[in-house]
């Protein structure tokens, strides 16, 4: 593995868990939408990463072995809750309404995580930097 290939590692990396945290922003925000059928109502959408294991042209991009691909998003399939919310304008015939199968706290927890996935390979990056700059500062003398 040549030493470019971290930044190619770590750069897909970040891309993925970048589309992670969008994922993780847009069930925020539509956690509290309701809906009048379960069909329609939000699904929380959950992205499925790829690891190369192999050297892989991907559009016009070679990617290395150990580089993340985003594989697919994917609707969450957990249920919907179903509230009794005759008031409301969107309740069913018989008074329902569907929330969305959100879930607040797991959503956050997802985006720490994510977050501190992000952050671990901006600090990969930067200490290839560093090893690098080292390396040439050694090969001056």
Same mark, same amino acid.
């Given at each position: 593995?040549?030493?470019?290939?971290?930044?190619?590692?770590?750069?897909?990396?970040?891309?993925?868990?970048?589309?992670?945290?969008? &994922?993780?922003?847009?069930?925020?925000?539509?956690? +509290? /939408? =309701?809906?009048?059928?379960? !069909?329609?109502?939000?699904?929380?959408?959950?992205?499925?990463?790829?690891?190369?294991?192999?050297?892989?042209?991907?559009?016009?991009?070679?990617?290395?072995?150990?580089?993340?691909?985003?594989?697919?998003?994917?609707?969450?399939?957990?249920?919907?809750?179903?509230?009794?919310?005759?008031?409301?304008?969107? &309740?069913?015939?018989?008074?329902?309404?569907?929330? +969305? /199968? =959100?879930?607040?706290?797991? !959503?956050?927890?997802?985006?720490?995580?994510?977050?501190?996935?992000?952050?671990?390979?901006?600090?990969?990056?930067?200490?290839?930097?560093?090893?690098?700059?080292?390396?040439?500062?050694?090969?001056?003398?």
């Amino acid at each position: 593995m040549a030493l470019t290939d971290i930044f190619a590692i770590a750069g897909s990396a970040l891309a993925a868990h970048s589309t992670r945290l969008n &994922a993780t922003a847009s069930n925020m925000a539509n956690a +509290s /939408n =309701v809906s009048s059928n379960e !069909e329609d109502a939000y699904k929380g959408k959950r992205v499925v990463f790829r690891t190369l294991v192999e050297d892989q042209m991907i559009g016009n991009v070679m990617r290395p072995a150990g580089s993340v691909t985003i594989d697919r998003v994917v609707d969450d399939l957990a249920p919907h809750p179903k509230l009794y919310d005759p008031g409301n304008p969107m &309740a069913d015939d018989e008074g329902y309404v569907y929330k +969305s /199968n =959100v879930e607040e706290v797991s !959503e956050m927890v997802e985006m720490l995580a994510a977050a501190r996935s992000y952050q671990n390979n901006v600090e990969v990056i930067n200490t290839a930097k560093e090893l690098m700059s080292r390396t040439l500062e050694v090969a001056k003398s």
